[in-house]
């Protein structure tokens, strides 16, 4: 006979896609003297295991090679959350002519204990599009296979910086107008135009 101990659950070793899981080695009985045990399966006590779920299996074999086993899981889960580093705010002008600026910067990478990581866009909006008059935040989210998160924000700032345009009639001579010092005088108010409405 052979007892092997309860499964063993323990979270990754920080920085590894693992950790070092220690467990006592099981031990075997039999009705007769001169038995051994041996690991048949899984990393041995001490060893690293990785992210998941590992089967570690010990076998006794007595004198007269009758044998016996038991099986217990290591079960490392990955609590290690990913990192995200987003790039300082931007402040740019409006783009002559525009009620915005087309503004680019380099999408955040990430990184993370195990590989496999998914980095979105969750608010704001892509690198070379025209960005608004005003502030907008732009937030990315890395997301690992364990679907541990972390997130990053910065803002993109466009300011108008283009000044309005308008336009007077020319100038207008006319004569007074009969028995009066002056002269009704009647022109189209001035119009105006700006790159925002």
Same mark, same amino acid.
């Given at each position: $006979?052979?007892?092997?101990?309860?499964?063993?659950?323990?979270?990754?070793?920080?920085?590894?896609?693992?950790? %070092?899981?220690?467990?006592?080695?099981?031990?075997?009985?039999?009705?007769?003297?001169? !038995?051994?045990?041996?690991?048949?399966?899984?990393?041995?006590?001490?060893?690293?295991?990785?992210?998941?779920?590992?089967?570690?299996?010990?076998?006794?074999?007595?004198?007269?090679?009758?044998?016996?086993?038991?099986? !217990?899981? %290591?079960? %490392?889960?990955?609590?290690?959350?990913?990192?995200? @580093?987003?790039?300082?705010?931007? $402040? %740019?002008?409006?783009?002559?002519?525009?009620?915005?600026?087309?503004?680019?910067?380099?999408?955040?990478?990430?990184?993370?204990?195990?590989?496999?990581?998914?980095?979105?866009?969750?608010?704001?909006?892509?690198?070379?599009?025209?960005?608004?008059?005003?502030? $907008?935040?732009?937030?990315?989210?890395?997301? +690992?296979?364990?679907?541990?998160?972390?997130?990053?924000?910065?803002?993109?700032?466009?300011?108008?910086?283009?000044?309005? $345009?308008?336009?007077?009639? @020319? +100038?207008?001579?006319?004569?007074?107008?009969?028995?009066?010092?002056?002269?009704?005088?009647?022109?189209?108010?001035?119009?105006?135009?700006?790159?925002?409405?």
């Amino acid at each position: $006979t052979i007892s092997c101990p309860s499964d063993i659950t323990v979270g990754n070793d920080l920085g590894d896609c693992g950790a %070092v899981v220690t467990f006592t080695d099981p031990t075997g009985a039999d009705n007769c003297p001169g !038995f051994s045990v041996s690991q048949i399966a899984g990393p041995a006590s001490g060893s690293e295991f990785p992210v998941g779920i590992t089967q570690v299996t010990y076998e006794v074999t007595d004198g007269a090679g009758n044998t016996a086993s038991c099986s !217990f899981n %290591v079960i %490392v889960n990955d609590t290690e959350d990913p990192t995200i @580093s987003c790039p300082s705010d931007i $402040t %740019v002008g409006n783009d002559l002519g525009d009620c915005g600026a087309v503004v680019n910067f380099t999408v955040p990478s990430g990184s993370d204990n195990c590989s496999g990581f998914n980095v979105n866009r969750t608010t704001g909006l892509d690198p070379g599009s025209v960005f608004p008059i005003g502030t $907008t935040t732009v937030t990315y989210e890395i997301t +690992d296979g364990s679907n541990n998160t972390a997130s990053c924000s910065f803002d993109v700032t466009v300011n108008d910086t283009e000044d309005p $345009t308008i336009s007077c009639p @020319s +100038d207008i001579t006319v004569d007074n107008d009969p028995g009066t010092c002056g002269a009704v005088v009647t022109f189209t108010d001035p119009a105006g135009a700006d790159n925002c409405p």
